[in-house]
């Protein structure tokens, strides 16, 4: 597909357990994004990456997240040991160089993270 | 730190009202700032936006002007239609990098 796509869409998980995230931005976006939305709040930034590297990841909240992009692609963000507050959707954006500059960020529709 | 302020919703309507959602931010340097919207099961897509003051964006009958000496970017339009119900964000962007976002606005228009 053309837009950004996001797996799984639902995840349910037990208190400790380890989970993956998977995003696929748009093909040539060298810009991708992480957010944490929680229900009735906005987008919260979690880290961005500008081709492999992290340019920002001053919003990751604690030691157990950690989120890689090793070609350039698809990204991964991982949660060590869940707790119940990690439940949330996670969105992934992403953006052309050009799109920085005009905001042009492209969401895909979030994972919903649920922690029991 | 930069911080992104909207109205509570929700905001409900009957079609063909007048809408505001009012947004303020707090931002160190000259940001450029925007309106997202996500419509019921949509990921969030870009409304409109506006990199410098007095700036007015505009989309789909949506307009919002980029006020300094207010610091703010309020969201309206003349005549809302059933089919703008979603949930509006207000944001803004330093330097192209760390994008922040408001809570979300709500809003519901009748038939």
């Known amino acids: 597909g053309a837009g950004v796509s996001q797996t799984p869409s639902n995840k349910v998980t037990e208190k400790g357990k380890y989970v993956e995230l998977r995003c696929d931005p748009i093909?040539?976006?060298?810009?991708l994004y992480w957010y944490r939305q929680s229900l009735g709040q906005g987008p919260e930034f979690l880290i961005y990456?500008?081709?492999?590297?992290?340019?920002?990841d001053s919003g990751l909240p604690n030691d157990r997240f950690f989120a890689v992009r090793p070609e350039g692609s698809v990204s991964t963000l991982k949660i060590q040991r869940t707790e119940r507050g990690d439940s949330a959707v996670y969105l992934c954006?992403?953006?052309?160089?050009?799109?920085?500059?005009?905001?042009?960020?492209?969401f895909g529709e979030g994972s919903r993270l649920t922690v029991l | 730190g930069d911080s992104v302020t909207q109205m509570e919703g929700p905001v409900t309507l009957s079609e063909e009202a007048f809408l505001t959602i009012n947004c303020t931010y707090t931002?160190?340097?000259?940001?450029?700032l925007f309106w997202y919207v996500q419509y019921p099961g949509e990921g969030l897509q870009l409304l409109l936006k506006a990199t410098k003051a007095d700036d007015k964006g505009s989309n789909k009958g949506f307009e919002a002007t980029y006020r300094k000496e207010t610091t703010s970017f309020h969201l309206e339009k003349g005549s809302v239609q059933v089919s703008d119900s979603a949930v509006y964000f207000c944001?803004?962007?330093?330097?192209?990098?760390?994008?922040?976002f408001g809570p979300g606005t709500r809003l519901s228009v009748l038939p």
């Open positions: 954006a992403s953006s052309s160089l050009a799109g920085l500059n005009t905001g042009e960020l492209f």
């Open positions: 990456f500008q081709g492999t590297g992290a340019a920002d």
């Open positions: 093909s040539g976006h060298t810009a």
């Open positions: 944001a803004l962007s330093l330097y192209g990098q760390n994008f922040v």
């Open positions: 931002a160190t340097g000259y940001p450029s």
